[in-house]
């Protein structure tokens, strides 16, 4: 579960150079992963965080990494947030217990259209199957639902039969970001990923700006992989 651990929280993140402007909100994040073994004993873990974008299309995302597997012990049980800013062309990681901030250059904003434009078909998805579920209110927002089904065939990764990999996902077009998203893989459990508490008022502009007490120490620029975000997206 090490790689699906680390990409779930980078998909949490938002490690995208979209940016969506006059759209604010914040929100809590709720993540709950469960797994059942074959000797009936299960895991469960839940992790909180919280995100928020202002009017300017900065971001910020607050997430604890004390209980996320193999990550615990890589990077200790403390917090970590990033703050995405295309006003200033910059990314930051906050590390609250050293009170640093490791400083990144990203690319120019795009619009989003030009975001969309540039943006293929996920990976490994061309044998997928995917419902459209129609649409409803959740937290206040109007989203639309589509399943995705993916489907392993028998002896592709040494299993005997088919394996299906479900995925549901809500997304809200007027605030461009998915509002819940559950997956059912057989090989790992479920995970389900949930907005709660969305406010859509204004957040306080300290939340996107580098404390006057920390440090800031530049990094590499953004690569690829640390662009890309959720795929529903």
């Not at 090490?2 to 998909?11: K, M, P, Q, T, Y």
């Not at 604890?64 to 006003?87: C, E, N, W, Y």
């Amino acid at each position: 579960m090490e790689r699906g651990d680390f990409s779930l929280v980078r998909a949490e993140f938002g490690m995208s150079n979209k940016v969506v402007p006059g759209a604010p909100y914040s929100a809590q994040a709720v993540t709950e992963f469960s797994q059942t073994m074959a000797d009936g004993n299960r895991i469960q873990r839940t992790t909180t965080g919280s995100i928020a974008r202002d009017s300017q299309g900065r971001t910020r995302a607050e997430r604890s990494f004390g209980a996320i597997g193999a990550l615990s012990a890589q990077r200790g049980a403390g917090k970590t947030v990033m703050i995405f800013d295309p006003v200033a062309s910059k990314s930051y990681v906050l590390e609250p217990e050293s009170r640093t901030a490791r400083s990144t250059p990203i690319p120019a904003a795009h619009s989003n259209e030009a975001a969309h434009a540039h943006e293929g078909p996920p990976r490994n998805m061309a044998s997928a199957k995917t419902d459209d579920l129609g649409t409803q209110v959740m937290q206040g927002v109007n989203v639309q639902g589509k399943r995705v089904t993916r489907v392993i065939p028998a002896g592709k990764e040494g299993n005997e039969k088919e394996i299906d990999i479900v995925t549901e996902t809500w997304y809200s077009p007027d605030l461009q970001v998915v509002v819940m998203s559950k997956t059912s893989d057989p090989r790992f459990g479920e995970t389900v990923y949930q907005l709660s508490g969305l406010n859509r008022a204004e957040p306080d502009p300290a939340l996107f700006a580098v404390p006057s007490d920390y440090s800031v120490k530049e990094g590499r620029p953004m690569g690829p992989m640390m662009r890309r975000g959720p795929a529903a997206q």
